[in-house]
């Protein structure tokens, strides 16, 4: 595939709508099926700042039997316990009901977790369904059901994988529903901390200003390593 310019790195190294390049996997859009799965672990200079996730076409199953620790069952006992902090939510729909697969692996999860943490907020209500956000995008096993990857850049590994290239995720859409889009920005509103990530000063007024600052492109910054796109499917 001819690689182009990249739409926020700003460099020669893009693909744009990788499910049409056939080297890079077949999607599937179906129950156990990611769109995304895995980190792309490639170097970045500011400490403790998030990798873009992998543009990699796989069922769960197939990524387990590809050697990848995405089965929650055998990861740490520390990690799982983590999960349930981190991510309640996509516990309680997926692991709680008997899904031990998920779409990220436990390296993955354990960069999600540093992440998501950072995410400020006191009521409760509010950091989880904040937090649901990336847990869903990058550990729900069905994630190619609500996730396009519009560009991938193609990278060189860090110091750890110096032989292996990555599709990383430059840009992704992130379908949710109309209802979510308001519940999420009504869970926060009232939290006094949460004008940091959505200030009316700043004309951010509702779920989607807010989604709009949480997915805007930060690659080796604070932020998203990705642009996110957030659109409603009704």
Same mark, same amino acid.
């Given at each position: ?29 179906? !129950? /156990?099926? #990611?769109? $995304? ?5 490639? @170097? ?7 990798? %873009? ?5 796989t ?18 006992a ?41 995410? !400020? /907020?006191? #009521?409760? $209500? ?5 937090? @649901? ?7 729900? %096993?069905n ?8 560009e ?13 290239v ?7 859409t ?49 932020g ?11």
């Open positions: 595939a001819q690689l182009t310019m990249c739409t926020y790195s700003k460099v020669e190294q893009c693909i744009q709508d990788p499910k049409l390049v056939q080297e890079l996997g077949t999607l599937f859009r179906a !129950p /156990g099926h #990611c769109v $995304a799965f895995d980190s792309s672990y490639v @170097n970045v200079t500011t400490a403790g700042v998030a990798i %873009p996730n992998r543009y990699y076409p069922s769960v199953e197939d990524a387990y039997d590809a050697g990848f620790s995405n089965k929650f069952t055998e990861w740490s520390t990690n799982r316990e983590q999960f349930q902090v981190d991510c309640p939510l996509l516990y309680n729909e997926t692991i709680a009901l008997g899904d031990d697969m998920l779409c990220c692996t436990e390296s993955q999860y354990t960069g999600l977790s540093t992440q998501v943490r950072m995410i !400020p /907020g006191l #009521c409760s $209500a509010c950091k989880e369904n904040l937090r @649901n956000i990336f847990c869903q995008m990058t550990c729900s %096993p994630n190619s059901m609500f996730l396009d990857v519009n991938v850049r193609i990278m060189g590994g860090d110091d750890d994988h110096p032989d292996a990555f599709p990383a995720v430059e840009e992704a992130y379908y949710v529903g109309k209802d979510w889009i308001r519940d999420i920005y009504d869970f926060c509103e009232a939290d006094s901390s949460f004008s940091l990530l959505c200030n009316p000063n700043q004309d951010c007024h509702d779920g989607y200003g807010l989604m709009e600052y949480m997915g805007k492109y930060a690659f080796n910054s604070i998203s390593p990705l642009q996110i796109n957030v659109t409603t499917m009704d």
